[in-house]
């Protein structure tokens, strides 16, 4: 690693640290209903919002209400984009004329960015009109952002609160996590990106003459609001087939600066949340600390496996052909293996270079940590309870090392939990194997392929860890607008996102019930190194029992072929 790496590596971190521990402190005061800077604005509009539809932000539920209505939103949310994108070639903000989506690409699109999945199997800029990209996915990318961390704010108080079936209001935190938290953060960050040279306009796409004497068409469009919130949100949807490595999305190394911060900022923030809403920083640090460790695991094997680069090209005499394949010579390898492990730390499917052209075990981190369920700080608020799963396992298995029951918080893990816990991790597992091994077993699967080899089962799997992790994120080198994988994708999306999501419910409405045990000398500290060291571990041990034979047949043996002298 040159110096120059390493710093600006060692800037991003320090800088997105300093600004999460205040921001984890605000948003712990906002699910604690203590006063904010924002509830001058926000909380006429809250009561507004209220009125409107009906609903009792005060009154309390137990899980099975809180999941009902979370489902019943996700469900007309759906239905409801489904339908616009369906008819979207005969409304307004149409400047292209675009047509209506096929309807499996349409209920693909629709399942994608309600789950806070993201994936496209389409190009933005020659699809979708300027009414469905505010109207329809923006609109999502606020929704299914803010649905995920009312799911871990629920979790948070079921660990918390004792002797009681209520875990809060989902209407109310839904309201909150748009208003308080994205909203105001995406506007800030909507005009900061527009100052470097991000379009937000509502043009007509320009026709333009080059130097070379031949026309080009650019795409124009809303396009830094978009940009906001698909990071903020850890959504990942972007407004161009590029994504960001498209130059009006993300023009300059500081907006790519800006976005990874983006990025990353709400997941980290969190685990500060949960420590300020324990009354014990000390939890929030330990996960904190664990994440933290494991994302400059995967970082460190990315940038060292792309700084090698392709020994198969390096022959050919350019000037860092080896190591810039696939990547903007904007941002150089460093960001481009920083932005690729953090989109997929998080369950954001945003890229600033092509995954597909990463080197195999440049491209294994990306993959492995969305087969790990993104609790690598992870999606807003679905990281943070996904890790808490592990955390409940991991204390499961410190009970039965020293024979003793196991206690979380001082309360006591039983079987319940445990299986909720255990169902939860192992649902997108299954569906990312089951999936795979499905696609290659069939033309429909096969043949959307670009590559033979390990490289083509590395398109599959990594498909199918994208859509059951709900990242969004794609190797780009499997054609997957088709009905087989616009469907089995969309399964594979609603079943990673929901059924994690009710388990985690449960756990939190069981938790809530329990009376809390004063430590003892017994107990176990959850508030040390030691603690955050071996839930590191087991997030790792977990993986690799799962995953590790469908990545020896990817990414691991085209590595060593590559490294013989063969290409796919």
Not at 54 to 79: P, Q, R, T
Not at 256 to 279: D, H, R, W, Y
Not at 458 to 476: M, P, T, V
Not at 532 to 548: C, K, M, Q, R
């Amino acid at each position: 690693m040159t110096s120059n790496d390493f710093i600006q590596m060692l800037v991003y971190f320090f800088v997105l640290i300093a600004l999460a521990i205040p921001l984890g402190g605000y948003m712990a005061k906002v699910y604690q209903g203590e006063k904010t800077i924002m509830d001058r604005v926000m909380g006429p509009l809250e009561r507004l919002i209220y009125r409107i539809c009906g609903i009792d932000g005060g009154k309390e539920m137990n899980w099975w209400e809180y999941a009902l209505s979370l489902l019943a939103f996700s469900f007309v949310g759906i239905i409801s984009l489904f339908l616009l994108l369906l008819v979207q070639g005969h409304l307004p903000l149409n400047p292209q004329g675009f047509g209506g989506l096929n309807w499996d690409l349409a209920w693909n699109t629709a399942v994608s960015f309600n789950t806070n999945t993201n994936w496209q199997a389409y190009a933005g800029e020659s699809t979708m009109s300027y009414l469905s990209q505010m109207a329809g996915l923006t609109v999502h990318n606020f929704l299914s952002a803010a649905a995920g961390i009312a799911v871990v704010v629920a979790l948070i108080r079921g660990l918390s609160r004792h002797q009681t079936e209520s875990i809060g209001n989902f209407w109310s935190d839904l309201t909150r996590s748009a208003l308080w938290i994205l909203l105001p953060m995406s506007l800030v960050g909507a005009l900061l990106l527009v100052s470097q040279g991000v379009i937000q306009n509502l043009s007509p796409y320009l026709t333009v003459h080059t130097l070379q004497g031949t026309s080009q068409t650019l795409a124009m469009g809303p396009v830094a609001s978009q940009e906001a919130i698909k990071m903020f949100g850890t959504n990942g949807g972007g407004f161009f087939n590029a994504n960001s490595a498209h130059p009006f999305e993300n023009p300059t190394p500081f907006t790519n600066l800006l976005e990874m911060l983006f990025l990353l900022i709400i997941p980290v923030a969190l685990t500060f949340s949960f420590g300020k809403m324990l009354k014990d920083s000390k939890q929030g640090k330990v996960i904190f600390g664990a994440m933290l460790v494991l994302l400059l695991l995967m970082v460190g094997t990315t940038y060292s496996a792309e700084i090698a680069g392709n020994p198969l090209i390096s022959h050919i005499g350019i000037t860092g052909s080896s190591v810039m394949e696939g990547k903007e010579v904007r941002f150089g390898v460093v960001n481009s293996a920083l932005f690729a492990t953090i989109t997929t730390a998080t369950s954001c499917g945003a890229v600033n270079a092509m995954h597909d052209s990463l080197t195999p075990l440049g491209g294994l981190p990306p993959m492995l940590q969305m087969m790990l369920g993104e609790v690598v700080f992870g999606g807003v608020g679905s990281g943070l309870y996904a890790m808490l799963l592990f955390v409940i396992l991991t204390v499961f298995i410190i009970g039965l090392m020293v024979g003793r029951t196991p206690e979380y918080l001082g309360k006591k893990i039983q079987s319940f939990e445990m299986k909720m816990a255990i169902l939860a991790v192992l649902i997108p597992s299954a569906c990312i194997l089951l999936g795979s091994a499905l696609a290659v077993l069939i033309p429909a699967g096969t043949s959307a392929i670009a590559n033979p080899g390990p490289h083509g089962l590395s398109e599959i799997l990594y498909a199918f860890s994208s859509a059951s992790a709900n990242n969004g994120s794609a190797f780009a080198g499997l054609s997957a607008n088709t009905v087989f994988y616009n469907i089995i994708l969309s399964v594979c999306m609603l079943i990673g996102r929901f059924g994690p999501i009710i388990l985690v419910l449960a756990i939190a409405g069981s938790m809530a019930g329990k009376k809390i045990t004063p430590a003892g000398a017994g107990t176990f500290q959850t508030t040390g190194g030691l603690f955050s060291g071996l839930l590191a571990g087991v997030v790792l041990i977990v993986g690799a029992l799962t995953f590790f034979p469908a990545l020896a047949l990817g990414p691991i043996v085209e590595h060593l072929l590559m490294l013989a002298g063969k290409a796919f």
